[in-house]
């Protein structure tokens, strides 16, 4: 009788069991806490902690090479890089380009805002990790999970899982992060400027722009090509008019799809021993800054096109030149409304917002050619 | 007599005034989805609600006029 109960003991994962594991379903469960009653971002983060709490339930094999289900969910949809583009491809088919096509200066805003990745590069080159590691925490700054998770596979993968959750957070954080930087940099006048479309924009510029921004892109960014393509596509889609479902498709039921398979899979990366570790500690910090600091650069530079251009523009959309799509621009929106209920910064901003997402993946594209 | 024109583009998911109701400006007269988010749309003048243009699911862009205000 003893004996039987020990044997079922050794059987069971318990004897495997370790502090290590039992910190991690304590950050689980606070990510569950802050997924199910803060709300923040619980599409993604829910299937994420869920994905760290059995990832650390040891003997399980989930996330074992060759066999376990998550495993192969990790190895077909995110080694093989299949589920970042596909995201792309959904958020390709949400994104209306007409505000940026009618005023394409607004498309520099996006480039300014990729300063804090550079930066944090430097920064964490300096910190002590490697090339690769200080590349993939760099595109934190873009605030682009898919990207973030690209590059990581590509480059760094052992940090995916932590870079991943730094990504998201500050995702979700971007209405805490953005507005007391971006109220600090502009005088209440400035956030009142109420912007007008500068012209009305031809269905036939909307179609070709993806075409277009393709091949331009691409051809001289070529490691870019699966998430830009995908992105120009999903667009392509929406625009042209004639393959609603495909778009509806693409925009709803793929992305909510892979959406699951992306959260349950880089959440099951942070296992006890890649993730307790100090240098995830400075992940989140680095992350931060980097994000930080491409608010402050996004805004700057749009009070700085102010001095020169006739008709101003509202520096506010400059913070969305970070690439969380459409958070960082519904930041903008609100923010400007605030200041003037009349205000309708949203598509305004979807303009750098979308630059900040090229810039981002064109980013990634550079890391990844020079460093791969 | 004015004329309420949708600020951008978007799909209307509810209407928070019917015709006949007095607003003011800077009330909300409608809510519109965009890229997966609810926009409030103000008023921009006061006055009578004399006629809305859409109804609740309809698509809206630019510049369409969305309610004629009196």
């Known amino acids: 009788m003893f004996e039987t109960i020990r044997q079922i003991f050794i059987m069971s994962g318990l004897e495997e069991l370790t502090a290590g594991h039992l910190v991690m379903w304590l950050i689980a469960a606070g990510l569950f806490y802050l997924a199910i009653k803060k709300q923040y971002e619980p599409l993604l983060l829910l299937p994420i902690a869920f994905g760290i709490l059995i990832t650390n339930i040891p003997v399980t094999g989930l996330m074992e090479e060759g066999h376990g289900l998550i495993w192969r969910f990790y190895h077909y949809g995110i080694d093989w890089e299949v589920i970042p583009p596909l995201i792309f491809l959904g958020l390709g088919a949400l994104t209306d380009f007409g505000p940026v096509i009618a005023n394409p200066k607004t498309l520099l805003l996006g480039a300014g805002a990729q300063v804090g990745v550079y930066i944090t590069f430097f920064a964490a080159l300096l910190l002590g990790f490697d090339v690769t590691e200080a590349a993939t925490i760099g595109i934190i700054g873009g605030a682009d999970g898919p990207t973030t998770i690209y590059v990581g596979s590509k480059l760094a993968p052992h940090l995916i899982g932590a870079t991943a959750v730094a990504a998201y957070s500050y995702m979700a954080l971007v209405p805490i992060i953005q507005p007391p930087i971006m109220k600090a940099l502009t005088t209440e006048n400035e956030r009142k400027i109420k912007m007008t479309r500068l012209r009305p924009v031809s269905k036939l510029e909307k179609i070709l722009f993806p075409i277009v921004t393709t091949v331009v892109i691409t051809l001289i960014v070529p490691d870019s090509a699966a998430l830009m393509s995908m992105f120009m596509l999903g667009n392509l889609f929406r625009e042209a008019g004639v393959v609603k479902r495909l778009t509806e498709a693409a925009q709803n039921e793929l992305m909510n799809i892979v959406t699951i398979f992306l959260g349950i899979s880089v959440g099951a990366t942070m296992t006890a021993e890649n993730f307790l570790h100090p240098k995830v500690i400075f992940i989140f910090i680095l992350g931060l800054v980097a994000f930080a600091i491409s608010t402050v650069c996004g805004v700057l530079l749009a009070k700085l096109m102010n001095l020169f251009l006739k008709q101003k523009i509202n520096p506010l959309i400059g913070a969305a030149g970070v690439s969380a799509v459409p958070m960082a621009a519904r930041v903008v929106h609100k923010v400007g409304s605030e200041a003037n209920r009349q205000n309708y910064l949203l598509m305004f901003a979807m303009g750098p917002n979308v630059a900040g997402v090229i810039g981002t993946v064109v980013a990634a594209g550079i890391f990844i050619s020079l460093l791969q | ?70």
């Not at chain 2, 989805?33 to 862009?61: F, H, Q, W």
């Open chain 2, 1 to 70: 007599m004015g004329k309420l024109l949708a600020p951008m583009v978007g799909k209307v998911i509810d209407i928070k005034v019917k015709e006949g109701d007095t607003i003011n400006v800077d009330d909300v007269v409608m809510v519109v989805e965009s890229m997966k988010m609810e926009t409030p749309i103000y008023a921009t003048e006061s006055g009578t609600v004399k006629e809305l243009k859409v109804n609740v699911g309809d698509s809206i862009n630019e510049e369409d006029v969305i309610a004629i205000i009196e």
